[in-house]
Structure formats: structure tokens, C-alpha cells
């Protein structure tokens, strides 16, 4: 392991990152987040492609002859007249069963988060549990057709919480995986690149469901979502592993520097115990949880909605309501890649502290965005691209929040419980994911631009939400409570050789 002598200290040099094994296992995280995001949100855009043709029928007289008989959920299907590349059903989803399907996901993801913290806290096996969660993922994907067109709606929903469960399992068990291959120094950079697949599977699922919706049909998106599983099961099983020590192609340098100054210091054999009482009752804590479900509640609103409001105030076509739906999310993406590394350089120098740093950065990544929705609200149709343009430059600036703000502010509350406080953070703050498409869809019945009104001024009040809690109660001071074991081990954040608390 190599060192330099800097201004009297002793710093240590970081092995070569490109084709190192860490490196590895954040771009298989990363296609691994993508392909977990793909293959729930890729509803949206499905829904889209099955509703095409209702501007150009009786939607009233459709829905009260041939609704299903399910009960709550409105499912049509008919024969097609139009020549289509793919012979299929035309399907229908009326307003309340999109909104229940759109959320659907989310029971099931906020029924298992405290589980999947739990057991990545006190098992490990993340291998194990993100190889798992991926497959159940995939398979799910490859029978949503079948189930659609045959069981109904409500099978359907029942599916779309198994999704839920599975993609806790592929997801969350990332950042316990990540501890283990990250150093503080590098940590803005590779959690950064880890976490990019959210944004890059929020971008270009909607352009890539709009085309092989134009040119496969609706069952296509769903197939190509069930084939991006299996191939991040496949990458998975091959190249990760849940710590250097375990891997077994690990650079014997790279190894060393790990196991010496990773960022959470190594599990230990003896069983921990969780000081429950002291993380319930920690303000830091909760501060974290009641913003991110604030946050939450916008940018998944957006994400799941964007497709459908395009659709329904914007009016552009089906390949042009992807593109114009994914520019939002491919202006953050690049951000994202962005915000980590300056996020690194300026905790890096010590000029503020991490609280500090933290809470300016999540003042940019909410109040901003706040204010745009609300210009946004506003704007009538005729000024369709210049809403675009808001929405995209508001929904990228909320990188600094997740990036620099408050996204890994629990990272610096608790290392050595990362695991299970992700999973109360989860089971709370995922809620919206379920609660949003009901609200939006009962705000917007008639998809008219005055209720879209309404629905982004949501938005921009739980932004400026988000940012008071955070700024007000928020901190990014390691916690008494927060390492199981005392670590003597040197600071990477400084570089250091002497012992330092690197979140003071």
C-alpha cells in the first residue's frame, strides 16, 4: 500500500480505480439498480401504449359497455382494427386502476425494508439477497402479459407487490454491500456511479418503451425489462462479492488498502447489539426520514406521472411523449455523475463541516425545484416546452439533495447500522410510492391542464417541506451510538495516519 509525506503527515495513496474489483462492483450495482428501476417503472409508458387509441374513441360509452367486472379496477379489452406490427389486444386502464397499479409496487417495497436492513445488518449475504430479488424481478416482468390479459387488474396488482418485495431485495442491499468496497475518500465517486443506474433507468425507459411500443406493442416493454433481469442476475452471481476479503480476484494491494481504511469498519464475528432505543429516539435520524418521504413523494410523483400528464395536457405522440418524459431524467442523471466527486472535494477540504456541507447542498437540491413547480403550475399548454424545460432543469437539481444533501446523511449519522437505519428510513419514507398515483389520479380525473395545476403545486409545497426538516433538524455528526466497534484504524478522509473522527 503506497504513502506520500505531505506537510508532516503520512497519506495514503489509493490503488489504481480503473478495472479494480471495487470499481466492478459498483457498475454491477449500477446495472443492477437500473434494471430493478426498468422493470417498475416501465408501467408508466405501458399504460400510455395500451390507452394510444382512447382520444380516438367514445371514452365514456368504452368504459361504462366493456368494463371488466373487477370491481374497483377498469380493464378493457378489445380487438384491434389497426394494423399494428404485433397482433395484440388493445387494452384499456381507467384513471383509478392506474393509479393503484402505479403504486402497487410500494406496498410491497415498504412491507420488507425493515427486514432487508435487518438481516444485511446481521447476515450479511447481500450476494445472495440482490441475486435473488433481481430474478423474482425478471420473472415477474415476463409474466406480466399473461397475467394482465388473462387473470385481470387486481392478479396484476398482486403481482406488482411481489415486484415491490423483490426489488428491496436487489436494491437496499446495495449500500451495506457498498460499505464494504468503498473508503470515505472515494465514496461521493463510486456510491455516486453505484446509485446512477436509478437515474440512467429513469431516463431511458421512457424514450425505449416508446419505441418498442411503436414497434412491438406493449408486451415488448415488458419482455425487454425481464431480459435486463436475468442479465443483472447473471452479473450478479459472477462478479460480486460481499466483502475484499471474500473475493477471491481481489489485487493484493487493493485488498490491503481496503481492509486498512474502509469507510465501515469490518463486521465483526461476535453479534451486535442494535441500540434500538437511541436510534428511535434520535432527532438526526428522523429528520432523514420525514424529508425523504416529503422528497420522495415529488420525485417519484414525477417520475411515475410524467408520461401521463405529457399525454394529457401536452398532447405530443407516443414516441415523442418518451423522449420529451425522459429529459428531465437525463439531465439529473448527469448531474448525479457530477455531484458526487464535488461533494467529495469540498468535505474533502475541511473549509465547512459535513452538517454544514450537507444542508447547503439540500437547500439548492429542494427550495430551487419548489419555486420551478410552482412557475410550472401556472403555465398553460401553449407554453408546453418552456414546461419541459422547468420540469428538467427542477428535477436535476435535486441531485445536490440525494448527492450531497440529505441522500447518505445516515451514512454519517451511523456507519455500522447503515443496514437497519435504511430500513426504517424505507418503510416510511417509501410510502408516497403507493399514496402519490392515488392522490394524483383522484386530482386529476379529467386529466385537464387546470387539475395538473393543482397537482404541481403539490409537488413545489412538499419541496419547500423537504428542505425546512432537513435544514432545521438535519446533521451530519457521527452519532455516540453510531460505531458497534471502536476503530483505530487512520482516516482516509484526511489522509492522516493519526486515529480521527472523519465526521466530526
Partial sequence: ?????????????????????????????????????????????????MNKRSKQLNRTDEINSTNSSSGYFGLNSTCSDDLTTVQEKEMYLDKPAQGMLLGAVYYGVVAVQLLVGWLCDKFGKYKLQMALGSSVLAIASFASPVILENAGVPYYFALRIVKGVAMSFALHSTLPLLTRWTTTQEQGLLMGIASAGIGLANSVTHPISGLLCQHGGWKAIFYFGGAC???????????????????PRVDAEEKQYLLTFQFQSQTSKKRRVIPWAKILCSVPVWSVVVTNFFFFAVVKGIVLNLPIFVRDVLDFTVTENGIFSAMPLIAALLLHLLIGPFFDYIRNHNKYTPTTVRKIFHVVGTLMPGALMFVSSQLSSEYKYFIISLITISYSLTEFAVMGGFGYAMIDLAPDYIGILQGINKTISLAPGFITPLIVSALTPHGSSEEWKHVFILFGALYVLSCLVFVTCGSAQQQSWGKAIKNDTVSVLSGSSKPRNNFA
Fill in 229 to 247: 433481469g436475468m442479465v443483472a442476475s447473471f452479473l450478479i452471481v459472477c462478479l460480486v462479492y460481499d466483502g475484499p476479503a471474500k473475493h
Fill in 1 to 49: 500500500m503506497k504513502s506520500k509525506e505531505v506537510d508532516g503527515e503520512l497519506r495514503v495513496i489509493a490503488p489504481r480505480l480503473l478495472l479494480s474489483c471495487r470499481l466492478t462492483i459498483s457498475l454491477t450495482c449500477l446495472f443492477t439498480s437500473f434494471a430493478a428501476i426498468l422493470m417498475t417503472i416501465n408501467l408508466s409508458m405501458a399504460i400510455v401504449c
